[in-house]
């Protein structure tokens, strides 16, 4: 076949913007691939604007993942259309998981090292950005200290790293929600280990998981299972009612701060009208633009399903040889065929 692979293929017959009315609901293959698939694009999308504020952006409708001529973009020798380590380290717990068949912290941590040193799952294998809490954990985790005590865990250590990987987790999980809420925050652990990066986490993880099963209201469901998981008192549950305040309307700054990542990618999906506007308004915001539009991204794949997001940056996305097996991957572990 031509240049066209076969993520891509899956695909092709999507128009170039999704309209929630006029297509049927995407199924669970659609809405898998899509959130795989939307997180490294918008992540791909970011990368350009990532440390750049608001005021600094394009206007909305010229955000793209090659920007607009003239426009000074960040990581200027990336080439457009690059995950970055949002969408290597996500590959990284992805690929774990399907290789040991279970969440094996010491193998995670070691893809994450292999990622860092060696560029595993990284675009032409180059590394271009890491945060500062995830830096020092792997340090950690080259002294071979416990994965699980690898993490950073005072208050200032809540970096939105651990958030920004997890989705694959759901994506993979098929056990109960108590389960996939317990794994979203072991994965956290290893580099981000306070209790309010937990918790963001796992209520992403159980946010996604009642996408996949088609809730009328994905977040809502997502909090009262996290109420049924974590009795009051629990430290979890202390973050969720006190710290990530669920009932309350998102409000985002684009920052790198978890809590701020995660209500920032709400509120790019609750006003976004498709992927390609979630994307953009995630973008729109400034600051962490690559982690937000991942984030964001990851969700609104599931809800527009892959057919939703554009055909211009399903084709434009690089580093395919990386993802597509991952993606047949996780499929056969779904038992779902593809498209």
């Not at 609901?25 to 694009?41: A, E, K, N, T």
């Not at 952006?57 to 960040?74: K, T, Y």
């Not at 600051?287 to 057919?307: E, H, M």
Request: charged share 20%.
């Amino acid at each position: 076949m031509n240049s066209l692979n076969r993520s891509t293929r899956l695909a092709a017959s999507g128009q170039d913007s999704f309209s929630g009315g006029s297509a049927a609901v995407p199924g669970l293959p659609d809405r898998i691939q899509g959130g795989l698939i939307g997180l490294l694009v918008g992540d791909a999308v970011g990368v350009p604007y990532e440390f750049q504020h608001a005021k600094e952006l394009p206007p909305l409708a010229e955000i793209e993942m090659v920007p607009p001529v003239g426009f000074h973009r960040s990581h200027a020798s990336v080439p457009p259309g690059t995950w970055s380590d949002d969408g290597a380290q996500a590959l990284c717990l992805l690929e774990s998981l399907l290789t040991c068949g279970h969440l094996d912290l010491a193998d995670f941590a070691g893809r994450l090292v292999a990622w860092r040193d060696q560029g595993h799952l990284a675009v032409d294998g180059r590394v271009f950005d890491v945060g500062i809490q995830t830096q020092t954990a792997l340090g950690r985790l080259r002294q071979k200290i416990d994965p699980r005590q690898a993490g950073p865990s005072g208050e200032q250590d809540n970096g939105n790293g651990s958030l920004m990987r997890v989705l694959p987790l759901a994506l993979w999980h098929q056990g109960p929600d108590a389960e996939l809420a317990e794994l979203a925050c072991l994965q956290s652990q290893v580099t981000h280990g306070h209790a309010r990066s937990q918790a963001c986490c796992a209520v992403y993880c159980l946010w996604a998981r009642n996408l996949l099963q088609g809730a009328v209201d994905p977040w809502a469901a997502a909090v009262a299972t996290a109420r049924t998981i974590w009795p009051a008192g629990h430290p979890l549950r202390v973050e969720l009612d006190e710290e990530i305040r669920p009932e309350q309307p998102p409000v985002g700054t684009g920052s790198g701060y978890v809590l701020d990542s995660l209500h920032s990618a709400r509120w790019a999906v609750a006003t976004g009208t498709s992927f390609e506007d979630v994307v953009r308004r995630s973008v729109a915001l400034g600051r962490d633009t690559d982690t937000t539009a991942c984030v964001a991204g990851g969700i609104a794949g599931l809800q527009y399903g892959v057919q939703g997001i554009p055909n211009r940056w399903r084709t434009g996305l690089r580093g395919q040889a990386l993802l597509d097996p991952l993606l047949s991957g996780v499929l056969q572990n779904r038992k779902t065929p593809a498209l």
